[in-house]
């Protein structure tokens, strides 16, 4: 077996980039108290102290380091480094102070150009459940940019629970770094961003655990929804990723929440970018899991999806289709019972009707 990538030992990639994490988290944390970063809670906060933001400083630090240690410069890699500096700045105005949800969008997607016709990653055809669909330019150009983007808000719309983002991320990194070992598929520049990230967002995840020290804020889930969804266009194109199916599966929490979102605002007539407190880890917290609970609770889904999706790869394609059919089924039953999507009367809320209609 060969656990080498650009002539670096795997372990040894992931193990410096989380010590790298590790150690600049503490000298972020005293930079976002400074630059007055802090996230104070409020009713839609989850924590009870104020806590500091601009975590992702770490990740996207290690990330660099990782970078100039282990990965080899390419054209596609400076495309993702300008891209990714563009995010982080974009989050980093972010959590000094809010900007305008249109103002991140517009260099979301200025990002993303630079990936796309800089790098030339570009989603050219997919497959999915066995179909194959090609996109012919310019719609290729379209389609890769709105994929990078709905990925990068995805990511940032889950970011709400202590460790919850960094966890979701650290199992998709782990899955893509599993499914290129079994195929033997190491030398991709996918594989090498993949264990860096996962050294850099785990060196993150001891200080953002519950209880959180520190909270990566738009820096950090930004940056780790823009690298997601870059890596998963790199697998497309160096076959680690045989099919669409595979990263829809591994994020399958982050990306139908998101759509449930969106779903839930325009029902309400409230602008998409409206936030709330009707994620489906919101529902989970309603159902008195704790905070804890609730995001191991979403890491173990998450895991799930993810070991479909391995066996997806490596096994009978029918049977993982019907056991994520199965789950997905399993969520929506969740989804209807919960107020994701439409909101429920409480007995608190039923016997207030009952007394007004009297």
């Known amino acids: ?57 770490a990740i996207f630090g290690a990330f660099l380091i990782g970078y100039m240690l282990f990965a080899r410069t390419s054209i596609q890699m400076l495309s993702i480094l300008i891209g990714g500096f563009i995010i982080v700045l974009t989050g980093l105005f ?119 020290k520190i909270f990566m804020g738009d820096t950090g889930s930004l940056f780790l929804g823009f690298t997601i969804s870059v890596i998963a266009l790199l697998g497309f194109k160096a076959t680690t990723l045989t099919s669409l199916v595979i990263p829809i599966l591994i994020l399958s929490i982050p990306i139908f929440d998101t759509a449930f979102a969106i779903f839930r605002r325009l029902l309400k007539g409230e602008k998409i970018s409206t936030p709330d407190k009707e994620h489906f880890h919101h529902q989970l917290l309603k159902m008195k899991f704790g905070v804890r609970g609730t995001v191991l609770i979403i890491y173990g889904i998450n895991i799930v999806f993810a070991a479909i999706s391995i066996f997806y790869v490596l096994g009978d394609s029918k049977v993982a289709i019907a056991l994520y059919v199965a789950l997905m089924l399993l969520l929506l039953f969740i989804v209807l019972r919960t107020d994701i999507l439409f909101h429920h009367l409480d007995n608190e809320e039923k016997k207030n009707k009952v007394k007004k209609k009297k």
């Open 94 to 212: 972010d959590d000094i102070k809010p900007i305008r949800a249109r103002t991140k969008l517009l260099f979301q997607l200025v990002a993303s150009c630079v990936v796309v016709f800089y790098g030339n990653i570009v989603l050219n055809h997919v497959s999915f459940f066995g179909l194959n669909f090609n996109f012919p330019a310019p719609f290729n150009y379209l389609i890769t940019i709105i994929f990078i983007v709905s990925v990068t808000n995805a990511i940032n719309l889950i970011d709400g629970l202590d460790g919850l983002a960094a966890g979701v991320g650290s199992i998709y990194f782990t899955t893509i770094g599993i499914i290129a070992f079994v195929l033997n598929k190491m030398q991709g520049l996918d594989i090498i961003l993949s264990l860096i990230m996962l050294g850099s967002t785990l060196g993150f995840l001891i200080h953002n655990f519950h209880p959180a």
């Open 1 to 57: 077996m060969d656990f080498e990538v650009n002539g670096h030992n795997i372990f040894f990639i992931v193990l410096i980039t989380f010590l790298t994490s590790a150690i600049l988290v503490p000298f972020v944390k005293k930079a976002a108290i400074h630059a007055n970063a802090i996230d104070v809670p409020n009713e839609r906060s989850s924590h009870t102290v104020p806590t500091p933001r601009m975590g992702g400083l």
